[in-house]
T-cell receptor, first 113, second 113 residues
Framework: AQKITQTQPGMFVQEKEAVTLDCTYD???????LFWYKQPSSGEMIFLIY??????QNATEGRYSLNFQKARKSANLVISASQLGDSAMYFC??????????FGKGTLLTVNP | ETGVTQTPRHLVMGMTNKKSLKCEQH?????MYWYKQSAKKPLELMFV???????ENNSVPSRFSPECPNSSHLFLHLHTLQPEDSALYLC????????????FGPGTRLTVT
């Protein structure tokens, strides 16, 4: 079973600055993946980025990068050059060898102009 | 229509009512999912369908009954619900069952009175 912990209920960032959203995980699965989703106020979850446990390099997708530190069991999301449209809930999650994806409680990011 | 659509977007029902939530995916995906999102709780996986066959039932009460008549449509039939079942119900689809990259609909906001 996986456990995902997001310790920041809310975060604020100034427009154009970078922000890091924290995520730690705990799993007994030897092969697993970690990911982040964004949920704007409209409700739909939007897939952002994925990191496999055996990937050597940190995943990057445009302004999103996943800072994967296996020894610390952390998979933090870094958003560079924040935009007003980045204001949303962000969910970290993980999955292993079954069909179940486990999500954290989320972090509400607010980008200030 | 593109992506994943859900109807209705909002639903208020009494504890003795019977209603159904509908989800349709226009992406040609093979797997579909129902999730429950309650306030201040992580997203919870309810059901997984792979090629119209249910492959996961995550200990969901029998008052929730899923149906997948074909690979594009997914229903969640509701009967004799409880107030604690009030939540946002999200449908998702993916190309491969258990894929980390899932495409979500906007959700149905359900209120049980």
């Amino acid at each position: 079973a996986q456990k995902i912990t997001q310790t920041q209920p809310g975060m604020f960032v100034q427009e154009k600055e970078a922000v890091t959203l924290d995520c730690t995980y705990d799993t007994s699965d030897p092969s697993y993946g970690l990911f982040w989703y964004k949920q704007p106020s409209s409700g739909e979850m939007i897939f952002l980025i994925y990191q496999g446990s055996y990937d050597q390099q940190n995943a990057t997708e445009g302004r999103y990068s996943l800072n994967f530190q296996k020894a610390r069991k952390s998979a933090n999301l870094v958003i560079s050059a924040s935009q007003l449209g980045d204001s949303a809930m962000y969910f970290c999650g993980g999955g292993g060898s079954n069909y179940k994806l486990t999500f954290g409680k989320g972090t509400l990011l607010t980008v200030n102009p | 229509e593109t992506g994943v659509t859900q109807t209705p977007r909002h639903l208020v029902m009494g504890m003795t009512n019977k209603k159904s939530l509908k989800c349709e995916q226009h992406l040609g995906h093979n797997a579909m999912y129902w999730y429950k999102q309650s306030a201040k709780k992580p997203l919870e996986l309810m059901f997984v369908y792979s090629l119209e066959e249910r492959v996961e039932n995550n200990s969901v009460p029998s008052r929730f009954s899923p149906e997948c008549p074909n690979s594009s449509h997914l229903f969640l039939h509701l009967h004799t619900l409880q107030p604690e079942d009030s939540a946002l119900y999200l449908c998702a689809s993916s190309q491969i069952t258990g894929d980390y990259e899932q495409y979500f609909g906007p959700g149905t906001r359900l209120t049980v009175t």
